[in-house]
């Protein structure tokens, strides 16, 4: 059972460069999460999906772009990547009744130079 | 709006201690709650839950009751082991979103 699956693990940009993070389910969730996760700041929401082609902003979306082609696919673009996004991301994924938990990838680790 | 209060880490024990980590909520209407654990390096992972008010969640030797009087999550464990050594994390449901905690250190030393 995969789960939730975030590529890549890691990743060295360059300030000003851009890059796709890519989360797969296959759980046939409905919604989906991004969340970055920077030293005691706990968790915070920067994008989410309650469906194929919706997205909505979360608590920290400044920067970020994201999109929801596919039910099991979320994809979280950085189109000109600052230091200041250096930081964990994870997805997660959950059914679409109320009072569900969220199942996680494993992250990935992105340092911006 | 809906809000999640842990208690700051890190917290540090002796193996087969008792473990309290603090939770308590702000929320309208009836959430449910939630603790995760996050081992290093890797994602969070669901650790237990609760759904009304009374109820208890339990795994792993971990347990937490849902007190609505008090709003209150306290996670607890009777003898913790080294492998115990994580980030936990308190969360309730609010509108199909999960409302986090700043998450707790547990640091267990043998």
């Known amino acids: 059972n995969a789960g939730v699956t975030q590529t890549p693990k890691f990743r060295v940009l360059k300030t000003g460069q851009s890059m796709t993070l890519l989360c797969a389910q296959d759980?046939?969730?409905?919604?989906m999460y991004w969340y970055r996760q920077d030293p005691g700041m706990g968790l915070r929401l920067i994008h989410y999906?309650?469906?194929?082609?919706?997205?909505a902003k979360g608590e920290v979306p400044d920067g970020y772009n994201v999109s929801r082609l596919k039910k099991q696919n979320f994809l979280l673009g950085l189109e000109s990547a600052a230091p200041s996004q250096t930081s964990v991301y994870f997805c997660?994924?959950?059914?679409?009744?109320?009072?569900?938990?969220?199942?996680f990838g494993d992250g990935t680790r992105l340092s911006i130079l | 709006g809906d809000s999640v209060t842990q208690m700051e880490g890190p917290v540090t024990l002796s193996e087969e201690a008792f473990l309290t980590i603090n939770c308590t909520y702000t929320?309208?209407?009836?959430?449910?709650l939630f603790w995760y654990v996050q081992y290093p390096g890797e994602g969070l992972q669901l650790l237990l839950k609760?759904?009304?008010a009374d109820d208890k969640g339990s795994n792993k030797g971990f347990e937490a009751t849902y007190r609505k009087e008090t709003t209150s999550f306290h996670l607890e464990k009777g003898s913790v082991q080294v492998s115990d050594s994580a980030v936990y994390f308190c969360?309730?449901?609010?509108?199909?979103?999960?409302?986090w905690g700043a998450g707790t250190k547990l640091i267990i030393k043998p």
């Open positions: 929320a309208t209407g009836y959430p449910s």
């Open positions: 969360a309730l449901s609010s509108n199909y979103q999960l409302i």
């Open positions: 759980m046939n969730h409905e919604y």
């Open positions: 609760a759904t009304k």
């Open positions: 999906s309650v469906g194929e082609g919706t997205t």
């Open positions: 997660a994924s959950s059914y679409q009744t109320e009072n569900q938990p969220q199942h």
